[in-house]
């Protein structure tokens, strides 16, 4: 596609369920990234995978989170027992390599009740 | 980590240039300067990027020091579309360290752009 997809786009969960996002970078982008950010704060780096190494997950903030990316393309960010504090927007970027810049989607605003 | 210092925010009168400065002292050789910027209720977008040479775009213009230790991002002529929070990115690509290939994203430049 032209650009970064994510969705949903919107999630509103209750407190303890399961949550998964989606994000579909550029075709033919071999690095990909999640962020987050919460309202009026900066982005927290979470998990980045390049090509078929294997992912940086050093942001990830519990092992709540976990992230995987099928045939070097989709990836799926899924945080178990979700808990109020991860009531954010999750943003997805990819680029063409690593010395290059970032597309970033439109993000996915959870909201956990 | 490298890390990068940014003011808070500038302010701007529409259609004036916009000089946005940004601290990187402790910039390693194969730190490229990343710049990005977030309007309000979106994800962020890519500006321009440099290793050592000032760069230009459609968008925007980077000026880097002769010693790398700080930049400029140079909006020519600010719109009321410029108005953003704007972020200052160095990009580790050398050695494997633990900031290898990803963003830290800091507190950014608010800009206002007034009528």
């Known amino acids: 596609g032209a650009g970064v997809s994510q969705s949903p786009s919107n999630k509103v969960t209750e407190k303890g369920k399961d949550v998964e996002l989606r994000c579909d970078p550029i075709?033919?982008?071999?690095?990909l990234y999640w962020y987050r950010q919460s309202l009026g704060q900066g982005l927290e780096f979470l998990i980045y995978?390049?090509?078929?190494?294997?992912?940086?997950k050093s942001g990830l903030p519990s092992d709540r989170f976990s992230a995987e990316r099928t045939g070097g393309s989709v990836s799926t960010l899924t945080i178990q027992r979700t808990q109020q504090e991860d009531s954010a927007v999750y943003l997805c970027a990819s680029s063409l390599g690593f010395r290059e810049g970032y597309t970033f989607g439109s993000g996915t605003r959870l909201t956990v009740v | 980590d490298a890390k990068t210092t940014q003011p808070n925010s500038m302010e701007s009168n529409e259609e004036e240039p916009v000089h946005l400065p940004c601290n990187h002292s402790?910039?390693?050789?194969?730190?490229?300067i990343h710049w990005y910027r977030q309007l309000p209720s979106q994800g962020p977008e890519y500006v321009i990027h440099g290793l050592t040479s000032n760069v230009n775009n459609r968008m925007a213009s980077l000026a880097i020091a002769e010693d790398r230790k700080s930049s400029t991002l140079i909006l020519h002529r600010a719109t009321l579309r410029d108005a953003a929070v704007y972020y200052c990115?160095?990009?580790?690509?050398?050695?494997?360290?633990?900031?290898?290939?990803?963003?830290?994203f800091g507190a950014g430049t608010q800009v206002v752009v007034t009528p």
């Open positions: 995978f390049q090509g078929n190494s294997a992912p940086d």
């Open positions: 402790t910039i390693s050789g194969t730190d490229y």
């Open positions: 990115i160095l990009r580790a690509t050398g050695a494997l360290t633990d900031s290898w290939g990803k963003f830290q």
């Open positions: 075709s033919g982008h071999t690095a």
